[in-house]
């Protein structure tokens, strides 16, 4: 059974930052896309990043742009999200996700496998 599991969140004041990690199993890790999204509470989840098999292609939300970076290491199995500059409005719990690489679209939510998830918490 696959699976993603998400670490290093946590809280943080406003301007600090963080590195989200995503340790992927039983799963080929270099045909997959990975993704992060994100759900605060009452909204709706909102696409943060995503990066192609082979880390040649990256893509990010609107609200994050300049202050995020995605990258992975193919080696190890893992696919981090490093945070900057967080402000309160990116409070929420951070998904992790998986989609074949041979799928279109890396926005969208057509992801085959996520993560339980990872709360972070920026304080004012």
């Known amino acids: 059974q696959v699976q993603l599991v998400e670490s290093g969140g946590g809280l943080v004041e406003s301007g600090g930052s963080l590195r989200l990690s995503c340790a992927a199993s039983r799963l080929t890790f270099t045909i997959y896309t990975m993704g992060w999204f994100r759900q605060a509470p009452g909204k709706e989840r909102e696409f943060v990043a995503a990066i192609s098999w082979n880390g040649g292609s990256t893509f990010y939300g609107d609200s994050i742009k300049g202050r995020f970076t995605i990258s992975r290491d193919n080696a190890e199995n893992v696919v981090y999200l490093q945070m900057n500059s967080l402000k309160p409005e990116d409070t929420a719990v951070y998904y992790c996700?998986?989609?074949?690489?041979?799928?279109?679209?890396?926005?969208?939510?057509?992801?085959?496998?996520w993560g339980q998830g990872t709360q972070v918490t920026v304080s004012s």
């Open positions: 996700a998986a989609k074949h690489r041979m799928k279109s679209g890396p926005t969208g939510p057509n992801y085959d496998y």
